[in-house]
């Protein structure tokens, strides 16, 4: 395992320059055209069978070897930003207004550092499924590969996936069990209510102050309905009626975002938002309509996996560059959605902590990936290849 991240060191310039061109060459969700091109000639030179399409853009590199039927995927995504890149680096972003501010140029060049390693190592035994997803940021590229049946042409028995983190020491690994990134939704409701005479309220129904006093009752839910023990955010960002001081609106607009940790506590905020909002407007007189759309789901950590991955970077990097069990965050990952079908484990990499360059959080115009990752992730891979598809 030293002996190949040595030699991953050695030839890691080769990934740095290709990290730095997809960095140069950014693309939105599901226009990840050139970067699924050079993905897959690069997965075809080194001898893995290519699945294109899935997903759009989504690309699967396979590799088999010896007779075992284990078969272990590992997820990276593709996808950048419409952000204007502030970072004045040389390989900025040649594209007006788009940048990969959030690494996943890193994210699949050390992938491709690993499937390289792997192709020429010929140590494991089973089936390897690289797979490259598209539109990660809200464009739900992984759901769209399992529609298109992803794990139907490409069984696996465990899925991992790995992500930077600004504020943690560079190559340093974060681990979390169970619960480890928020679930995501997004609320509308409309308040009809009677339009009307300002100065005339009793010949009117009004969607204003219904809407006034449902803003304040929702902020029970999170305080008086969720156990105090568990995470939840429900936030009004947006209340919208009327244009007149004297005439009563006929129709007024709420727009939510909720947030939770565990399933069960987004089902009770569905649940209560929806009760707690049709019950109100009826008070008043008015009618609601709650238009849920579902973001993200929770990420959930698989234990046996999870504890898997851990003693990987134990074995690699020592306990001393290894967090065991992080806190959870309140983003959200659509990697999410594959750990709903297939257990595995999500891990952070560190981009750097105080005052180096990779501290800056990811989506700011002045963050930018670390190279010096790549030779550190891509040797976690092939570690991890080798010791889950061991001979
Ligand atoms: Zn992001
Ligand atoms: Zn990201």
Redesign the pocket.
Known sequence: MTYLRDALTERVGEFIQLRRDIHSHPELAFEEHRTSDLVTAKLQSWGYQVHRGLGGTGVVGTLKRGGSERKLGIRADMDA?PIQEATGAEWASTRQGLMH??G?DGHTAMLLAAAKAIAQAPEFDGTLNLIFQPA??GGGGAVRMMDDGLFEHHPCDAVFAMHNMPGTPVGHFVFRDGAAMASSDYVTIRIHGTGGHGAMPHRAADPLVAASSIVMALQTIVSRNVDPLHTAVVTVGALHAGQANNVIPALATLELSVRALDPQVRQLLEQRIKALVTAQAESFGVRAEVAWRQGYCVLVNHTAQTEFARQVALDLVGPERVTLNGPPLTGSEDFAFMLEKVPGSYLLIGNGDGDSAGACM??NPAYDFNDENIATGASYWVALVQAYLAV
């Open positions: 930003l501010a959030c996943h990660e940021e990811v989506h």
